[in-house]
């Protein structure tokens, strides 16, 4: 790929071409500040806070949309630059409500990290009653446009990641907001609930109805399926609390679906898992070691000739699984028979 020096802030960087500015100026570790971008959806330019200032170009280009040239000259942090920032996010801040203490989204909220970075200490224009009646007709989490900051992050995540266009930007205006068709109930809409959107609302306004802060985390891989889904479990007291995608998985770069993200914490600690091998009894399964268990079971399969005997595994586990179960049928029990559930 070409390669395309430029300056920003008068310092020279390169970039490769095709990238943005806004791109360019982050992999060099220069932050500007930016409410509706996100690394793997496609530029908007919709929240105007990552405005800059090209030297030969008029006006205040938005820098996640404006390609990097050959030589451009940009600055980031002019007097012009910062009074745009700060009269936007005045105007966000005014539609939004002041509960951070108790909002899903404090500490992590792009909104007060945007602010905090332009340095406001004051409110100045008056705050608008809240509006719209919360959405928390999905099971795993509520939808609360007060919060919403217009940033189509959802929407374009549900159309440019997941395929699914369960919402739109609806109306113009102050009427403005995050939709599902005919203006419903997010249950009773398509959406399939894979948090997709949660995972990239900078504020608020999607939150998951569970949220406990960790105080570790734990990469794994999810075992609901063979697509093999890198995450992080989030711990707290030894229970896991939280998931998110691993941004670097090979096979899914940080996304996930409904099963991996919201399926995990309640199934790990439920009290209904088998936790040691069942032998049936008298017409009753009991308990039994897994020495107990294994004999028996090694007992009996070996009363068959391999052509007789045949290995049904599951496509609702990992390809590790399968692979094993399969060496399995193969190499211990000695037969082809081998079949996997995955046609369901
Ligand atoms: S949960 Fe998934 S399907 Fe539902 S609105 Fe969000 S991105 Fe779309
Ligand atoms: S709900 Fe969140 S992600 Fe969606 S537009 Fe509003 S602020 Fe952006
Ligand atoms: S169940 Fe979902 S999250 Fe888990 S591996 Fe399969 S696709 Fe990924």
């Known amino acids: ?51 800059v200032e090209i030297e030969g170009l008029r006006g205040l280009p938005t820098s996640c949309t404006t390609p990097v040239a050959q030589g451009m000259q940009v600055h980031t942090e002019s007097e012009a630059i910062k009074q745009v920032r700060k009269t936007v996010v005045e105007l966000l801040i005014a539609d939004h409500p002041a509960d ?34 919360v959405d928390s007709s999905n099971p795993f989490f509520d939808l609360d446009r007060n919060k919403c900051i217009l940033c189509s992050r959802c929407t374009r995540a549900c159309n440019e990641i ?34 997709e959107c949660v995972a990239r609302c900078p504020v608020g306004a999607l939150a998951p109805k569970k949220s406990i802060a960790a105080t570790s985390e734990i990469q794994t891989t999810c075992p609901y399926c063979g697509v093999g889904c890198s995450m992080f479990l989030g711990v707290r007291d030894d229970r896991v609390v939280s998931v998110r995608g691993n941004p670097e998985g090979a096979a899914n770069r940080g996304r996930l679906c409904v099963k991996g993200r919201y399926g995990i914490d309640e199934f790990v600690h439920s009290r209904e898992r088998l936790t040691s091998p069942l032998v049936r009894k008298n017409g009753q399964l009991e308990k039994a070691s897994w020495d107990e268990a294994l ?6 399969l070996s009363a068959y000739p391999a052509a007789e005997l045949a290995v049904i595994s599951s496509s609702r586990t990992s390809n590790e699984d399968n692979y094993v179960a399969q060496k399995f049928a193969r190499a211990a029990l000695g037969t082809n028979n081998v079949d996997n559930c995955a046609r369901v």
């Open 100 to 133: 951070c203490l108790t909002c899903a989204a404090d500490q992590h909220c792009e909104l007060q990290k945007v602010a905090a970075y332009l340095g406001m200490r004051e409110i100045r224009l008056p705050k608008k009653a809240p509006a719209f009646e």
């Open 295 to 300: 004999e028996l079971i090694a007992q009996k």
């Open 162 to 195: 997941t395929c699914v266009g369960a919402i739109e930007m609806a109306n113009r205006g102050y009427a403005t907001k995050v939709a599902t068709f005919q203006d419903g109930l997010l249950f009773d809409s398509i959406c399939r609930s894979c948090g």
């Open 1 to 51: 790929m070409d390669k395309i020096d430029l300056t920003v802030n008068g310092k020279m960087i390169s970039a490769q071409a095709g990238m943005t500015v806004l791109e360019a100026a982050l992999a060099a570790g220069i932050y500007i500040p930016t409410l509706c971008y996100y690394p793997d959806l496609k530029p908007y330019g919709g929240c105007r806070v990552c405005i």
